[in-house]
């Protein structure tokens, strides 16, 4: 990993809140890099950080991609109950906020249902995310 870079990029963080959405921080790079050698515990609490901050700057659209980035990680970590409550969490943000959003909203869900043996809901949670997804989006096809 590129520790110095990414170290000299945290340090001029504190100048770029306020002429930058919360999701072009340096903070967000890192929290995907500690997950990369699995740093879960640092990992998970900095992307926590960074939910609680895109609330508080009324960013909604980001918090959902940060609930998301949530899911896998908590489901690694083998923290069910709190992977299942960032799913929930994060289909009520990102109700509403267009089809690509809602798809990976329950893309998550389902991922959380697959590890719990929910085969049911995982196979109607993926299939919902996949319908939602399908018009122009190349992440979930065949």
Partial sequence: MPVELIE????LEPRVPEARSIAQWPSVLYAEMLTWPDD???????WEELCQQALDRGEEHVLAWF?????PYECV?????????YADQCGAVAAGQGPFEEAFALAGQALVEAHLGDEPATRRDAEEARRLAAPGSTLLAD
């Fill in 40 to 46: 879960l515990v640092l990992g998970l609490r900095l």
């Fill in 8 to 11: 000299r990029s945290l340090a």
């Fill in 67 to 71: 609930l998301a980035q949530l899911i």
């Fill in 77 to 85: 970590a083998g923290a069910w109950d709190k992977a299942l409550a």
